[in-house]
């Protein structure tokens, strides 16, 4: 085995290792060469290479959303840790457990002008479950060579440290702060930061540790609901006559069937799912805009719930988050272990569990249902929706809505869905999931900047295929997550490319005008192709519906290299066929 030379190297890797941290994502850099020796080193760890920061912290992100435990992004010092920033905010909203690990210069070397370096120390300060701030080694003044002597104040602080034999004590001090960093990430699910500073010489090496840092296990406290809360809570329950459970972002399998299977049977209970959910049952409401988008106030106010039980995370539909704001639920509840958002302003009830240990300690005492019609009126209407729907499809022409249908239907059984934001997951919305499909999407922030490389490293880190359906400028602007050695053949890519930011010509503003076009829907005439061509894709392009079912018969077939389809839709219509559905609809 050969280690790096510097005990602060030795120490961060090690305690790595120990805490099981086996995927390491590292960006090329100079201060970071202690670390990178250190990790590539040592068979244990699965080591990526990664030159694009953003995109790194994007595929880190995306392997530790399948994995569900913490993978660490490692970096060189200065504007280098910037560009972890969106992933990082991504996971702290999305409860991500993401590790960062940024090499540094020495305290002295800070805001005296020398090259490569900005305050590192808690650069993510809002949007971080923590930072520790790691020492740096006293110097070994015998290995000093002459041209990088220490200052004269530093070297004599150092002097006066190693009187005082404080080594041990730094020692000490960065075994604990990197112990509890992750055990806060492990136990809290969310990204924190490690900063590491590293003194010259870099890339001297060692055949030897000449330090054993202690492992400090993460403790997990069983959550109890107390038995009052619960009490409280079926007083309430057994009283209301029209509940709504609205799930939001929600991993596979995390609730299970036969709790869903309870609610089903219940009259006075509606479940709106949304297609991040992963859940699927017939007596439950996918597709929310469907049903909501096209109800008059009076509709609207008939669907106000005297209960709102929230579960998961973020909300992608807007058109439900106005109807509960208007008209407040009585009371609301969001079951979570770790926090709860006011999202319609009415939070009366944080209830600090997983949904499971709720629903097992709180349907079973529920004796009876209380009669209503909540569900029936509800079901008819959501039934004749579906009808409209299928009608619709059959009068419009080809359009992003006609692409969405035809690719969400072709999709084979038991793949992973990752699907890019803006205009993708919200037409992904309107249509019925094959329920044997993991669907993902990065709601925490809901941004388009890493979206592919998310998807990547989902594809990397999962033995299911992936298939990532996303639109243009999403897939342009993180075209940089292609640019690494580790895609899997499998990979799929469905680009619908309407030559710019279509969503926002569904938003009121003035269209077809030369600001419009330029500053808001950024028009351009950039395809894939080349791309594909730089980084090893099959390439596919479609732009008309005879010629996408086609193509998508022999999509998924098994290929020597992964493949991307673009698909071309007409721009200047989408938004009409769009917004003319849910009239349709009514």
Same mark, same amino acid.
């Given at each position: ?354 949904? *499971? =240990?709720?629903?097992?300690? !709180?349907?079973?005492?529920?004796? &009876?249902?209380?009669?209503? /019609?909540?569900? +029936? ?120 490319? *309407? =030559?710019?930011?279509?969503? !926002?010509?569904?938003?009121?503003? &003035?269209?077809?005008?030369? /600001?419009?076009? +330029? ?68």
């Amino acid at each position: 085995m050969t280690y790096p030379k510097i005990p602060l190297a030795q120490t961060v890797v090690q305690l790595c290792k120990a805490k099981n941290i086996k995927h390491i994502i590292i960006s090329p850099g100079s201060r970071n060469a202690p670390l990178t020796i250190g990790f590539t080193n040592d068979s244990y760890f699965k080591c990526y290479s990664i030159v694009d920061e953003r995109a790194a912290a994007f595929f880190a992100l995306g392997i530790a959303q399948q994995l569900q435990e913490p993978t660490a992004v490692l970096c060189t010092s200065g504007s280098a840790l910037l560009n972890y920033y969106p992933a990082v905010a991504e996971a702290f909203y999305s409860n991500i457990p993401l590790v960062i690990l940024s090499a540094d210069r020495p305290k002295h070397l800070i805001g005296i002008g020398d090259g490569q370096t900005i305050h590192q120390k808690n650069v993510f300060e809002n949007h971080i479950l923590f930072s520790a701030n790691l020492k740096l080694d006293l110097k070994d003044e015998k290995n000093v060579p002459e041209q990088e002597e220490l200052p004269i104040l530093k070297n004599l602080e150092n002097k006066f440290e190693r009187l005082l034999g404080l080594q041990k004590d730094i020692q000490i001090y960065n075994e604990e702060s990197i112990n509890s960093t992750i055990n806060i990430s492990i136990l809290k699910k969310g990204p924190v930061h490690i900063n590491i500073p590293l003194d010259e010489p870099l890339y001297e090496t060692v055949d030897k540790l000449s330090v054993s840092p202690k492992a400090i296990d993460a403790i997990i406290k069983p959550s109890k609901i107390e038995d009052h809360i619960i009490q409280s809570c079926l007083e309430d329950w057994n009283n209301a006559t029209r509940k709504m459970i609205l799930v939001g972002v929600n991993n596979p399998n995390e609730i299970d069937n036969k709790w869903l299977d309870e609610l089903a049977e219940d009259d006075s209970v509606i479940v709106f799912t949304e297609t991040t959910s992963n859940l699927h049952h017939p007596s439950f409401f996918p597709s929310i805009d469907q049903i909501i988008a096209p109800l008059s106030s009076d509709e609207q106010k008939q669907l106000q719930p005297d209960i709102l039980i929230t579960l998961g995370g973020l909300i992608v539909s807007k058109k439900i988050k106005q109807l509960l704001r208007k008209y407040k639920p009585k009371q609301h509840w969001h079951i979570d272990s770790k926090m709860a958002n006011d999202t319609f302003f009415c939070l009366n009830n944080h209830i600090e569990t997983t949904p *499971n =240990q709720f629903f097992e300690a !709180f349907l079973p005492k529920v004796t &009876h249902y209380v009669k209503s /019609n909540y569900k +029936t009126i509800w079901t008819n209407t959501k039934n004749t929706r579906l009808k409209k729907h299928k009608d619709y499809l059959e009068v419009i022409p080809y359009s992003d809505f006609t692409v969405f249908n035809e690719i969400l239907k072709a999709i084979p059984n038991t793949y992973i869905l990752q699907v890019s934001n803006s205009s993708a997951i919200r037409y992904t919305q309107l249509f019925e999931i094959n329920k044997s499909l993991e669907v993902y999407c990065n709601r925490g922030t809901s941004g388009i900047d890493g979206s592919t490389s998310t998807a990547v490293g989902c594809a990397v880190a999962n033995t299911k295929p992936t298939v990532f359906i996303t639109g243009d400028l999403s897939f342009l602007y993180d075209s940089n997550a292609l640019w690494n050695n580790y895609i899997p053949k499998s990979f799929r890519v469905i680009v619908v490319n *309407n =030559q710019g930011g279509g969503i !926002f010509r569904i938003l009121p503003g &003035h269209k077809n005008t030369e /600001n419009f076009n +330029t500053y808001f829907e950024t028009n351009h005439n950039h395809t894939a192709e080349h791309l594909c061509n730089m980084y090893g894709f099959k390439y596919e392009s479609v732009s008309n519906k005879e010629d996408l079912k086609a193509s998508l018969k022999s999509f998924y077939t098994e290929e020597d290299k992964p493949k991307l389809l673009e698909i071309f839709t007409p721009k200047n219509i989408n938004d009409e066929v769009l917004l003319n559905y849910f009239e349709f609809i009514k």
